[in-house]
């Protein structure tokens, strides 16, 4: 069984940092990708970053100098660093991981940005 963990949701005010932190079950490097993705209240989910086995990354334009993906191979995390936030970024984030043609998912943590 793959079980997906985050960490470190909260409530800031506009323009504070959260780190957000997704632990795995197993060797993070036995998925082909992992990623967080966001969803608002009546809103579709979206893709905010993912990072690939080899270590590529990807960003949302959205959220590119403001946010960054990364790994920690010690702690076999997948961390997103969140900086300047702001009111839109309110949303349940979510840890993805795909291995071959599977998808996971862990149950998410909340981010509210106060204005």
């Known amino acids: 069984q793959v079980h997906l963990v985050e960490s470190g949701g909260g409530l800031v005010q506009v323009g504070g940092s959260l780190r957000l932190s997704c632990a795995a079950s197993g060797s993070i490097l036995s998925f082909d990708a992992m990623g967080w993705y966001r969803q608002a209240p009546g809103k579709q989910r979206e893709l905010v970053a993912r990072?690939?086995?080899?270590?590529?990354?990807n960003h949302a334009d959205s959220v590119k100098g403001r946010f960054t993906i990364s790994r920690n191979i010690a702690k076999n995390t997948v961390d997103l660093q969140m900086n300047s936030l702001k009111p839109e970024d309110t949303g349940v984030y979510s840890c993805?991981?795909?291995?071959?043609?599977?998808?996971?998912w862990g149950q998410g943590t909340q981010v509210t940005v106060s204005s």
């Open positions: 993805n991981a795909v291995r071959y043609t599977t998808s996971y």
């Open positions: 990072i690939s086995r080899g270590g590529s990354t």
